[in-house]
Nanobody, 120 residues
Framework: QVHLVESGGGLVQAGGSLTLSCAAS????????MGWYRQAPGKQRELVAG???????TYADSVMGRFTVSRDNAKNTVTLQMNNLKVGDTAVYLC??????????????WGQGTQVTVSS
């Protein structure tokens, strides 16, 4: 069984910074992509940032230049450094593991989410 556990959410003023961390546990051989989605009330879930195992990164246009994603393949962790936060960044942030390979096969997994609230 694979579990993704996030940490680091909270309340911050606009212009501030937060760091989100996610650790995947279980009998994991490899993870193709690790990243972060977010979902605000009444909105669709959207990709924020992701990093492939080979280091290629993807960012949503809205966070480009403010957020930085990084991962440790050996430890199966992914981190999202969020700077210059805006009220519009308020959402539940969910860690995502794409094509997680285990002895049972290959599947995608989600964390339970961590709340990020940015006040004006």
């Amino acid at each position: 069984q694979v579990h993704l556990v996030e940490s680091g959410g909270g309340l911050v003023q606009a212009g501030g910074s937060l760091t989100l961390s996610c650790a995947a546990s279980g009998s994991i051989f490899s993870i193709k992509l690790m990243g972060w989605y977010r979902q605000a009330p009444g909105k669709q879930r959207e990709l924020v940032a992701g990093m492939e195992r080979d280091g290629r990164v993807t960012y949503a246009d809205s966070v480009m230049g403010r957020f930085t994603v990084s991962r440790d393949n050996a430890k199966n962790t992914v981190t999202l450094q969020m700077n210059n936060l805006k009220v519009g960044d308020t959402a539940v942030y969910l860690c995502y593991g794409n094509r997680v390979a285990t002895p049972e096969g290959v599947s995608d997994y989600w964390g339970q989410g961590t709340q990020v609230t940015v006040s004006s």
